[in-house]
């Protein structure tokens, strides 16, 4: 069955340095895929997303890599701040071509960063 | 701010009760789903709506059921409610039922079943 897993439940890093948090697929038919931040006490916030036609998209300190050969997801945060402590979540939609969106997520990562 | 509010946003019930869970989704939004989380989980899908109709089930029991009005808020309906349902249930809204495209989160509402 379709799964999407981490590889690291926590990380902790100094504020400053860069982030870089993984995560994996098994659904090869999954052509959309999505990092959520979830701050303690509310619900999961958009990061950034990308399709399977692409490896690599950049955002605001964000990156999001995706290998689709080994089915491997990862997001990047640059020079990581304090208000980036919180659970990320990978997720995807498994559902190619469908008529709802389902969005499957990994356990998360718990990211804590130290000033 | 998400635009997407839900109520309550705490609630205790016990075994066998039921409950309602409310979400109003953010303007121009038509899509709504939802997700329980479980504490120290991601989410898992419970099931979307559209247009007033469900549009696609997770693998969750029938005693789960929903609701979607004409102004596109929503409702989720737990009945006989067991230990394992406490969980936070998160509405997302989106615009069209499409398989991309961001999901707008509410907050959730934190059900405790004793």
């Known amino acids: 069955g379709e799964s999407v897993g981490l590889h690291l439940p926590t990380l902790s890093v100094q504020e400053g340095d860069n982030s870089i948090i993984n995560c994996a697929y098994s659904?090869?038919?999954?052509?959309?895929f999505i990092w959520y931040k979830q701050e303690s006490g509310k619900g999961p916030q958009f990061i950034i997303d990308?399709?399977?036609?692409?490896d690599k998209r950049q955002g605001q300190r964000v990156t999001v890599l995706l290998n689709k050969t080994v089915k491997h997801l990862s997001l990047q945060i640059a020079a990581t701040q304090p208000g980036d402590s919180a659970v990320y979540f990978c997720?995807?939609?498994?559902?190619?071509?469908?008529?709802?969106?389902?969005?499957?997520f990994g356990k998360g990562t718990l990211l804590t960063v130290n000033p | 701010e998400t635009g997407v509010t839900q109520s309550p946003t705490h609630l205790i019930k016990t075994r066998g009760q039921q409950v309602t869970l409310r979400c109003s989704s953010q303007s121009g939004h038509n899509t709504v789903s939802w997700y329980q989380q479980a504490l120290g989980q991601g989410p898992q899908f419970i099931f979307q709506y559209y247009r007033e109709e469900e549009n696609g089930r997770g693998n969750f029991p029938p005693r789960f059921s929903g609701l979607q009005f004409p102004n596109y808020s929503s409702e989720l309906n737990v009945n006989a409610l067991e230990l394992d349902d406490s969980a936070l249930y998160l509405c997302?809204?989106?615009?069209?039922?499409?398989?991309?495209?961001?999901?707008?989160f509410g907050e959730g509402s934190r059900l405790t079943v004793l």
């Open positions: 990308i399709r399977s036609n692409m």
């Open positions: 659904n090869s038919a999954s052509d959309y």
């Open positions: 997302a809204s989106s615009l069209g039922s499409t398989n991309t495209g961001e999901l707008f």
């Open positions: 997720a995807e939609n498994g559902n190619s071509g469908g008529s709802n969106y389902k969005l499957t």
